[in-house]
C-alpha cells in the first residue's frame, strides 16, 4: 500500500560524538478501502540517546573534530587554527575545547581559571638582605647584635637577642659569640684569631630560621620562582611554603621543583592543587 509519513523532532549534542533526540511521527496509509488497514493513521513519539561509533573525524589532526571546527568557522585542513584564541581572551581554542567542562571559545567571558595560564618564567635565588656584622657584651652581660640592610635600602639595627629587627620582617634569635685560630695569610708561620660568631635569624612570615655567620653577605635563603600571567604580563614573586594570590583567588605554594622549573600550588578554598610548568 501507498503510504505518506511526516515528522518532526530535534537533537541536542551531548559531548563531542553523542546526541539526545526526540521526534513525533505520523504514518498515513493509503489504497482499497477493502484491504486490511486501509486509510489507517499511526502516530508515534520516539525518545533515545545516539552514541557515536569511534573518534570523531579530524582532518588535520589538531585535536579539534571536523564537525566542532566547522561549527566554529575554523578550516578542518588547517592544524594551526586550533592554537588560534576567537574571543581573545588569552585561551587557545584547543584549550578552551579541552577544558573540564569545555567553555566557549567564541565567548570572551567563557574561559577556563585564569589560573591555568601561569608559567614560570624563572628560578632564583632568594638572598637574606642582611648581614650579621657585629657583636658587642653589654654591661649587663647581654649581647647587642649588629645587622646591616642591603636591599631594598642600606641602614644598621642595633638589636638584642630575641628581639625584632624593626621592621625588615626579620627576628634575631640566639648569638654564638666564637673565635677560631688559623694563618695570616700576610705572615706565613703566624696564627691570628679569626671572629667565627654566628646568630639565627627567624623570617616572621613563615617562622623559617636561618643561621648567619658574621660578615656573611648575600645568603640564599630560598629557591625563588618568577611566576608571570602572560594574559596582563603581570609577575609574583613567590617562595614555597609561602602563598600567590591571582586576582581573587589564593593558593599556597606547596614545591618549587629546581629540576623541572616548576611550582606546585593549591587553592586555599577548594584543595585543588595545580602544577605549573615552565614558560615556554
Do not use: C
Request: aromatic share 6%; no cysteine.
Amino acid at each position: 500500500r501507498p503510504m505518506a509519513s511526516l515528522g518532526i523532532g530535534q537533537a541536542w549534542k551531548v559531548g563531542v560524538n553523542d546526541a539526545f533526540r526526540w521526534e513525533v511521527r505520523a504514518d498515513q496509509s493509503f489504497g482499497n478501502s477493502s484491504l486490511p488497514n486501509a486509510g489507517l493513521t499511526n502516530i508515534q513519539a520516539l525518545l533515545g540517546y545516539s552514541w557515536g561509533i569511534g573518534a570523531p573525524a579530524d582532518s588535520d589532526g589538531d585535536g579539534v573534530p571536523d564537525r566542532v571546527e566547522i561549527e566554529l568557522g575554523l578550516n578542518p585542513q588547517d592544524p594551526a587554527d586550533a592554537k588560534g584564541d576567537l574571543d581573545s581572551d588569552g585561551f587557545s581554542n584547543i584549550e578552551e575545547l579541552s577544558a573540564k567542562p569545555p567553555t566557549d571559545p567564541k565567548d570572551p567571558k567563557s574561559h577556563p581559571a585564569v589560573v591555568n595560564l601561569l608559567r614560570v618564567k624563572e628560578l632564583r635565588g632568594k638572598r637574606m638582605p642582611l648581614v650579621f656584622s657585629a657583636v658587642n657584651k653589654m654591661p649587663d652581660g647581654k649581647y647587642q647584635i649588629v645587622f646591616n640592610q642591603i636591599e631594598p635600602t642600606r641602614r644598621t639595627y642595633w638589636v638584642r637577642e630575641n628581639e625584632k629587627i624593626d621592621e625588615t620582617g626579620f627576628m634575631a634569635g640566639t648569638v654564638t659569640v666564637k673565635s677560631v685560630e688559623r694563618e695570616n695569610p700576610n705572615m706565613p708561620g703566624i696564627k691570628m684569631r679569626e671572629d667565627a660568631s654566628t646568630v639565627t635569624v627567624k623570617r616572621l612570615s613563615d617562622n623559617k630560621e636561618v643561621t648567619l655567620k658574621i660578615n656573611e653577605s648575600g645568603k640564599v635563603t630560598d629557591v625563588e620562582a618568577v611566576i608571570v600571567l602572560p594574559l596582563d604580563n603581570a609577575e609574583y614573586s613567590v617562595v614555597e611554603g609561602g602563598t600567590l594570590k591571582v586576582r581573587e583567588e589564593t593558593f599556597r605554594v606547596l614545591t618549587v621543583d629546581s629540576g623541572k622549573t616548576s611550582v606546585t600550588i593549591e587553592n586555599e578554598a577548594s584543595g585543588q592543587q595545580k602544577v605549573i610548568p615552565k614558560l615556554d
